[in-house]
């Protein structure tokens, strides 16, 4: 057994035992290049030299960035006392934003962006403006009277037309919902952070809005120094509409479904553990893996037998999981009845093509099946039946797993049967590419599949998953339509080539998503006829799990 703490030397930023820091400060980067570590000295220095009191920290989250910005923050973080969270794929800055948020720890958190457009020195103003007047938020504003802003024309038009848009649909009191500069309390961090799902161009308008619905609404806008140096994003027509779906998905879940509210009384409870609360966590692995983990009490472990903490982190060969894996799942564990946690599974893009075609496989509606990733980044859930070979898992129940021969992806079912809770938090994740095409995925596809039809004879069908029926229910409509094209005339015969052309564009469309969310055309050829190979190999699997008795 080895203890292991990847935080040594971090003594700017930690927290006094018992206490919570004044002030967290979450700096989201995507690629922040040469400059990103003293763009960071420059905002701590900036803050730092406007606050009278209190302690503060600072939480760089890196969103997939590819020119070694991780590495750049790693190797500066024991000597510039930050926090760094880094995970493998780029999700997008609301995500970003919101990971750090969850991984605060003080009574207030600021969020600002890393390339200095926007002055920080101006945080410590607005945290003192927060205190003074027990606030909620105060938000930086382009359109305060007192702003000095410098803007291109095309952004300014943009801005009024978006916020007239947002006032109408959500009543909000605010003038301007996007300055990437905010402050807000440790109530809107528990209550509202953990709800949010919006992961890239409307995040910061769902963050207001929907703290505003839960009564988090005492908003104050303040102004900014807003310097626009071209480094960030750029408005284009893309971004625009994006932005324009993103709101009206906001207005939908909050007006309509009230989603946000009934996510709210699920989640109570599921807030941060400060450092001086955290269990120990023993991880079974290498300390190469640790040391990207932002997490104070960690002991690395060669096997589960040796383990001395409560809470067991596992990790399957070749994983790199986020750098809030561990802290955003310990939470839940408040909870006795829950068992263990779960993360997606996301596939790097430096992974070979056909690792990510069977990745874009697994992460469509047609080809995923019980086993895709469609809550990430979403909403937590329960999880009956996750294939999930890396979690988080109390020792007791691992310990009692491991001694009636439960294999390692088929933790979650054994617990579920023996009514024991696993939650799928979306909001962290572990890289790790998938078996490959053809053979190894398609064997994998086939074992899965004959786990989930034992399964479903063992629990007389009540596992089987609506997500699985209607992955497959196109295929089936295919077969069906060439059933009657081959033995149908007229209006029948009419009929299968309509259901065989939907199952044709459904597949197609499949592949030209995945062209896309991989940037590989390869990916999205290669996906199409993976997709029915899947499907079918799906089938054959369950039904073989389904009257095999072992």
Known sequence: ??????????????????????????????????????????????????????????????????????????????????????????????????????????????????????????????????????????????RHPDAVVHYPLSRRVASRCYQALNRLLFRLDVRDTQVGLKVFNRAVVEDVFPLLLVKRFAFDLELIAVASALGHGRIRELPVTLEYRFS????????????????????????????????????????????????????????????????????????????????????????????????????????????????PAVTPLSA??????????????????????????????????????????????????????????????????????TIYTPDTSVAVAPPPLWRPHLEATLEHASHRGARARRTSGGSLSAATLLSLAPLLCAVAGLVLLGVGSGTTRLVGVVLAAAYGIALLASGALAAVRFHSVAVGLLAVPALVATQVVYIAGFLRGLVRRR
């Open 352 to 421: 070979s093509v056909r690792e990510r075609a069977a990745a874009a496989v697994l992460e469509s509606r047609l080809g995923g099946a019980s086993r895709r990733s469609r809550f990430f980044p979403g909403n937590v859930r329960m999880a009956t039946d996750e294939p999930a070979s890396s979690l988080v898992i109390r020792r007791t129940d691992l310990l009692a797993a491991l001694a009636s021969g439960c294999e390692r992806e088929q933790l979650v079912a054994w617990l579920a049967e023996r009514g024991r809770q």
């Open 232 to 343: 960030g994003s750029q408005l284009r027509s893309r971004a625009v509409v994006r932005a324009l779906l993103d709101t009206f998905a906001i207005f939908y879940r909050l007006r309509i479904l009230r989603t946000y509210q009934r996510k709210h009384r699920l989640l109570r409870g599921a807030s941060a553990v400060t450092p001086e609360a955290q269990p120990l966590v023993s991880l079974v692995g290498n300390s190469d893996v640790a040391t990207r983990l932002d997490y104070e009490r960690l002991e690395v472990v060669a096997s589960p037998r040796d383990v001395s903490g409560d809470l067991v982190a596992l990790l399957e060969p070749g994983a790199r999981p986020a750098g809030n894996w561990v802290l955003a799942a310990v939470p839940y564990f408040a909870d006795p009845r829950v068992a263990a946690v779960v993360a």
């Open 1 to 142: 057994m080895k203890a292991f703490n990847p935080a040594a030397g971090r003594s700017e930023a930690s927290v006094a035992p018992g206490a919570r820091p004044l002030l967290t400060v979450v700096v989201p980067v995507y690629n922040g290049g040469d400059d990103v570590v003293g763009n960071l000295e420059t905002i701590k220095r900036a803050i730092g030299e406007g606050m009278s009191d209190g302690e503060m920290e600072l939480i760089v989250v890196s969103d997939g960035s590819i020119d070694r910005t991780a590495e750049r923050l790693l190797a500066a973080r024991s000597e510039s006392g930050i926090r760094v969270i880094h995970y493998d794929r780029n999700l997008g800055k609301g995500y970003a934003v919101k990971t750090g948020a969850l991984a605060s720890h003080g009574k207030w958190v600021a969020l600002v962006d890393a390339d200095l457009d926007i002055d920080p020195a101006a945080i410590a103003t607005y945290v003192e403006a927060a205190r003074r007047e027990r606030l909620d938020f105060a938000i930086g504003s382009k």
